[in-house]
């Protein structure tokens, strides 16, 4: 009896969804097989078969997985900031730039993978979409929270700033982008950067 069999269920799902979430991540959807995910999972075939069932609902449960624990990251980074005495909006720009300052960033999960067209469904979508929409709800709190009187365009307008600064960071692998996007936020809320 190999060690593997001996492993609960829970146990395994999270090494799949470790295992999927490093490899998905590095190298894309497309680019990983179900295969490897079993090899650095350290699973069987038929124990990732009977979690799940097809690529497909591998990649729900990864990115159902990747939003909650990366939002929990940055709500408790954002937080942190806000402790050192941060204004809340602008602390979700310095919680970004440690992230973007981490080795091995590859930009957004969420964004990189909307754009592989041919692996993902309009399931993966949906979530992609939910994800988007909770980081905006987030910083709707935050923002609301400090500038009570803030208009109702702010929120969205601070994701699209999260996004384009996020992609930009990829792209240019420097944290500049983080630094104009929190430069511009706070223009919009009217405080100093």
Not at 37 to 66: C, E, F, N
Not at 107 to 114: K, R, Y
Request: glycine share 6%; charged share 20%; proline share 5%.
């Amino acid at each position: 009896m190999s060690p593997a069999t001996n492993v609960t269920p829970a146990v395994a799902e999270r090494a799949v969804l470790d295992a999927a979430d490093a490899m998905f991540y590095e190298r894309g959807i497309a680019g990983v097989t179900m295969s490897e995910i079993r090899d650095a999972a350290g699973v069987s075939m038929r124990r990732l078969y009977s979690l799940y069932p097809s690529k497909s609902d591998l990649v729900t449960g990864w990115l159902q997985d990747r939003h909650t624990r990366w939002m929990a990251w940055f709500a408790g980074s954002v937080e942190r900031h806000v402790r050192q005495g941060a204004d809340a909006v602008l602390a979700t720009f310095d919680a970004l730039e440690e992230w973007v300052a981490s080795p091995g960033y590859r930009g957004c999960a969420f964004l990189n993978s909307i754009a592989e067209t041919d692996a993902i469904n309009d399931v993966h979508r949906t979530i992609i979409a939910d994800h988007k929409q909770a980081l905006v709800e987030h910083v709707a709190t935050l923002a609301f929270a400090d500038h009570p009187d803030a208009p109702a365009w702010l929120p969205p307008a601070i994701g699209v700033l999260i996004d384009g600064a996020i992609v930009r960071s990829a792209v240019f692998n420097t944290t500049a982008p983080i630094a104009a996007a929190r430069s511009a936020a706070a223009h919009l809320i009217g405080v100093t950067a």
